[in-house]
């Protein structure tokens, strides 16, 4: 990737040479220090970055000692906020879009702009970031070679439960994000239709605060209801087995059973130290 010229010239007269493009700019999804270095080159030398909140991407920029433009796309009319943003880039600007935490346009906004910006025929280039979703069937240990990604559990029954369903039939991991609220009914409607399957569930991602629990559905369940978690969550659904029944969760190494639970708050790691621990305890 080229590196972005600014704005004008050395003589402060505007660059006419100077094409706008878009870049689309994967951001930490809890440790701060997951920026990249080429996304930290992007975001200081754009003209615009496009963000949701501004003062979350205020307090990151502030972090690497970025300067940049924020402009919130969130809420309102996004076509009519991306047209306006198109047009800056036709102008010669370079926009980095940005949101809260992950990738732009991956169960989050940014796909309007992106979009609107291949439309018009400006160059749109992807800077690599954290991903909740795929950071979550990482450490899930499920077969990663292909994988359903919901986004977050739907609010209403009716569509939740068409959710389940859907899950139900899969052969492969599901991925689906939800608020410490929605957790335990969406996996009770889980342990109903799927019985023993394995799950996955993890809470704050990358923090000092995260926390793992593996295990069968129902297994899972009952340690959540009695310590509750907080904070952004991903679940991860194991696939049914391709002949019919789910697949069942195998005896833990020693003869324990019941879910791994594990968190990062072991020591006084900061969450520059933090590392996964090969080793999972009870919280």
């Not at 969130?74 to 198109?86: E, P, S």
């Not at 018009?120 to 899930?140: D, M």
């Not at 195998?250 to 594990?262: A, T």
Request: with cysteine; charged share 25%; aromatic share 4%.
């Amino acid at each position: 990737m080229r590196v972005l010229r600014s704005k004008v010239s050395p003589e402060g007269a505007p660059d006419a040479n100077r094409a706008g493009a878009l870049y689309v700019v994967g951001t930490p999804i809890g440790n701060a220090s997951d920026l990249s270095i080429r996304a930290v080159q992007v975001l200081k030398e754009a003209d615009v970055v496009a963000c949701e909140d501004t003062s979350v991407t205020q307090a990151l920029l502030a972090r690497y000692g970025c300067a940049g433009t924020l402009t919130s796309y969130a809420g309102g009319d996004r076509w009519t906020k991306a047209a306006v943003l198109v047009q800056r880039m036709t102008e010669g600007a370079a926009v980095a879009l940005v949101v809260d935490s992950g990738m732009p346009a991956i169960c989050d906004p940014g796909a309007a702009l992106i979009r609107l910006a291949r439309e018009a025929s400006i160059p749109v280039h992807v800077v690599p970031g954290p991903s909740a979703g795929i950071s979550a069937l990482a450490l899930s240990g499920f077969p990663g070679d292909a994988c359903f990604l919901v986004g977050m559990v739907p609010a209403q029954g009716a569509e939740r439960e068409r959710l389940v369903r859907e899950i139900r039939a899969s052969t492969r991991p599901t991925v689906v994000f939800a608020r410490p609220r929605q957790v335990r009914p969406f996996l009770k409607a889980l342990c109903g239709a799927c019985g023993a399957r394995d799950v996955f569930v993890v809470s704050n991602l990358t923090t000092v605060k995260e926390r793992c629990c593996r295990g069968p559905l129902d297994d899972v369940l009952r340690e959540i209801e009695k310590s509750p978690l907080s904070g952004a969550i991903t679940i991860v659904v194991a696939g049914g087995d391709e002949t019919g029944p789910p697949l069942r969760s195998k005896r833990r190494p020693g003869g324990l059973k019941g879910p791994r639970v594990s968190g990062s708050s072991r020591g006084k790691k900061s969450r520059q130290e933090f590392v996964p621990r090969p080793r999972a305890r009870r919280l």
